[in-house]
């Protein structure tokens, strides 16, 4: 015999974990489901179905539902044309960040540059700073940091 009050009551407690839109449709998956497993236990000469077997179920469905919304929001086209802050259209493709673009701003302020230097180079820079003669060491590191920069640059 089939519950429909019950499947209707469970279906309510679990539709709120899904996005608004998506509520109703979700709480009539939860009740077809347990409908159908219900017919499925009476068919094989069992009883009715346990609170916690329709809860599981009800679960299982929610979990399924966010599965293939995760799964059909994770596929977007770059081309998509989506609209900015300014009421200006671009395409998606425009909006990735290049690794290797230099922001201008923070590259004219040495604060921000020192931050990530070498104390070594610091020191070295502040001998040169104050005409003290470097030594070999000194010189050394200063040529190797100013080649492999120069490499990074290409």
């Given amino acids: ?22 509520r109703e449709d979700l709480n ?6 347990l409908a159908d497993a ?13 609170d916690i077997a329709m809860l599981r179920i009800a679960s299982c469905r929610v979990a399924d539902y966010w599965r293939e919304e995760y799964r059909h929001n994770r596929i977007t086209s770059l081309n998509t044309v989506i609209e900015d802050g300014d009421g200006s259209t671009t395409e998606l493709i425009d909006t990735i960040a290049d690794d290797k673009a230099i922001d201008l701003h923070d590259w004219l302020d040495a604060r ?10 610091i020191v ?3 001998k040169r700073l104050k005409g003290i003669p ?21």
């Fill in 112 to 121: 921000i540059w020192l931050l990530g230097c070498p104390k070594r180079l």
């Fill in 134 to 154: 470097l030594d070999h060491k000194d010189r050394e590191y200063l040529r190797r940091f100013r080649q492999r920069e120069q490499k990074s640059l290409f």
């Fill in 124 to 126: 070295i820079v502040g």
């Fill in 38 to 50: 219900q017919l499925r236990l009476g068919n094989n000469g069992g009883g009715q179905l346990s």
């Fill in 28 to 33: 009539h998956t939860i009740i077809s489901s």
């Fill in 1 to 22: 015999m089939l519950d429909w009050g019950k499947y209707i009551t469970i279906a309510d407690r679990y539709q709120h974990k899904a996005k608004y839109q998506d």
